[in-house]
């Protein structure tokens, strides 16, 4: 897919389809590919998913933010020239859409949030190994997975690249430290956006009972839940994911 990727100024994003715009937030641990199960779906029901790369390594340290993400996040909207679009997040991303949703909620007509920080203390830190041998790594890296298969060589690689590259370990701990700083539990009762919340009932990372506090904090949200299924449902079960997602995205009639 990163063959599709458009740069232009300081965005780097993939574009599939035509329609309503969906923009999509990776991860720490992902890359643009994670989400191939939602882009290869939903351009066909009459959406446009757009999935930018994240500044996650590029930022200045002291910008390296969850705050600044969410800005980042707004300008690509004004960028694209959208006056509204649907976010869909996971992991870091939900918690970025989060704040997105909360800072500039004229922009965001849905919000769509699965395995998302942004409550959860322990989520940022445990899901990001600091350091270790690779063996410590893939055992971490499955532990994101009900099915520790789906944790190929090449995610296991990919984080264990990471965890010893200096720049990006520095970077990936101010954002831990930034997501941990940025709980938003006060902030949700005064969202009014409509919320889809779609989790794994075997959640390792961010467990079942932070999506039940999700729901009960957001007022306009909608719990759905994919059995046998970890920490990131739109990679280890793509199409109940899509499945549940486009049902309600139906049902509320974006």
């Known amino acids: ?8 100024g300081k965005f780097s994003y993939i574009e ?15 890359g643009l590919s994670n989400f191939d199960g939602v882009a290869n779906f939903f351009p ?26 969410a800005k980042y996040v707004s300008q ?27 800072l500039y909620p004229e922009k965001i007509k849905a919000l769509v ?15 990001y190994p600091k350091r270790g041998d690779y063996e410590y790594i893939k055992k971490k890296a499955e532990n994101v997975f009900y099915d520790p298969a789906v944790a190929t060589k090449e995610i296991v690689d990919e984080v264990y690249e990471s965890v010893n590259d200096r720049n990006k ?16 539990a006060k902030d949700l009762p005064k969202m009014h956006t409509p919320t889809c919340i779609i989790w794994g009932k075997n959640d390792n990372v961010t467990p079942p009972e932070v999506a ?31 499945e549940l997602l486009y049902y309600w995205l139906e049902k509320r009639g974006f």
């Open 1 to 8: 897919m990163s063959e599709n990727l458009k740069k232009e």
């Open 76 to 102: 690509f909207i004004d960028h694209l020239g959208y006056d509204q679009v649907i976010l869909l997040g996971n992991s870091l991303g939900g918690h970025i859409g989060l704040l997105c949703t909360k």
């Open 169 to 184: 370990l520095i970077r990936t701990l101010a954002i831990a430290k930034s997501a941990i700083r940025h709980n938003m």
């Open 44 to 69: 066909e029901k009459g959406y446009k998913i757009l999935i930018p790369e994240l500044p996650i390594y590029k930022m200045s340290l002291l910008k390296t933010n969850v705050k600044n993400f």
């Open 212 to 242: 039940v506090e999700f729901h009960e904090l957001l007022p306009d949200s909608e719990l759905l839940w994919i059995d046998k299924c970890g920490h990131a449902a739109m990679m280890e079960h793509p199409d109940k994911f899509n």
């Open 16 to 30: 599939i389809g035509e329609g309503a715009p969906v923009i999509v937030l990776h991860g720490l641990m992902g």
């Open 113 to 127: 949030i699965t395995g998302s920080s942004g409550l959860y203390e322990s989520a940022m830190g445990e899901s």
